[in-house]
């Protein structure tokens, strides 16, 4: 078993930029991939950043070249870095991990985090 524990939300005003942390706990992430989502209200829950146990990263449109994804695994940890934050990207924001030729997302979830972009 995973479980994962996000941090580092926050309020911030648009163009501004927060860093995100997952930390997990009760077994290594280290063959895992991790990933981030988020869920507006309203809307349905949205993938955001992906990183594989050898640090290929994927990111929709939406949030590509604004995003970065990284884990360290010395510290089971993965981080997500947000610049140029939009009022769009408000949301709460999950860390996912799935374990190798499994599905995705995967079967373990934090409790989320609130990002909220606003003057």
């Known amino acids: 078993q995973v479980q994962l524990v996000e941090s580092g939300g926050g309020l911030v005003q648009p163009g501004g930029s927060l860093r995100l942390s997952c930390a997990a706990s009760?077994?290594?992430?280290?063959?895992?991939?991790m990933a981030w989502y988020r869920q507006a209200p309203g809307k349905q829950r949205e993938l955001v950043a992906t990183i594989t146990m050898g640090g290929n990263t994927y990111y929709p449109m939406s949030v590509s070249g604004r995003f970065t994804v990284s884990r360290e695994d010395a510290k089971n940890t993965v981080y997500l870095q947000m610049n140029g934050l939009k009022p769009d990207d408000t949301a709460v924001y999950y860390c996912n991990a799935a374990r190798p030729g499994t599905g995705y997302p995967g079967d373990y979830w934090g409790q989320g985090t609130q990002v909220t972009v606003s003057t």
């Open positions: 009760g077994s290594s992430i280290e063959t895992y991939v």
